[in-house]
């Protein structure tokens, strides 16, 4: 056995690269041959988008109540005297298995009496309240409230 080089015992090791070569031309290969495959498209033809000047259909299933600066309860524009309006808000929400009550007040109102009227709305069926907020100023800062 001859070994030119090196000292005895030094053994030179040297990477066998032929089969990194073989991978990355088979990966080569494979990527020149899908890559036309996935630029290809599929002819379909889709009707035309119908333009209409119909406004969606609001759900007439909503509950609005309002609370007016003068103390009127309203439940979807028609008003209540308060006892009324317990009664009519317990029998709409009684039925119905999404409890979804809107509510709105007039921005000159008192919290304390926004909030005592929330929590008698939720007391008698309301379970989920949501806020309608009518006039939003997008110039407004951070706590201000609407006008």
Do not use: W
Not at 39 to 44: F, K, L, N, P, V
Not at 97 to 121: H, Q, T
């Amino acid at each position: 056995m001859a070994m030119t080089g090196g000292k005895m015992g030094d053994m030179k090791s040297d990477i066998n690269i032929t089969p990194l070569v073989d991978v990355v031309l088979v990966l080569l290969i494979i990527f020149m041959v899908v890559t036309p495959l996935l630029q290809r498209g599929y002819e379909t033809k889709v009707p035309p988008k119908q333009v209409t000047n119909t406004p969606p259909p609001t759900n007439l299933d909503q509950i609005v109540v309002r609370l007016s600066e003068d103390g009127g309860m309203f439940i979807n524009k028609e008003q209540y005297t308060e006892r009324d309006f317990l009664n009519k808000l317990e029998e709409i929400t009684k039925g119905r298995e999404n409890k979804v009550v809107f509510f709105a007040a007039d921005g000159n109102l008192l919290y304390d009496k926004v909030a005592r009227f929330m929590d008698m709305c939720n007391d008698h069926g309301a379970k989920n309240l949501g806020i309608v907020l009518d006039d939003i100023n997008p110039t407004a800062t951070s706590g201000e409230a609407p006008k």
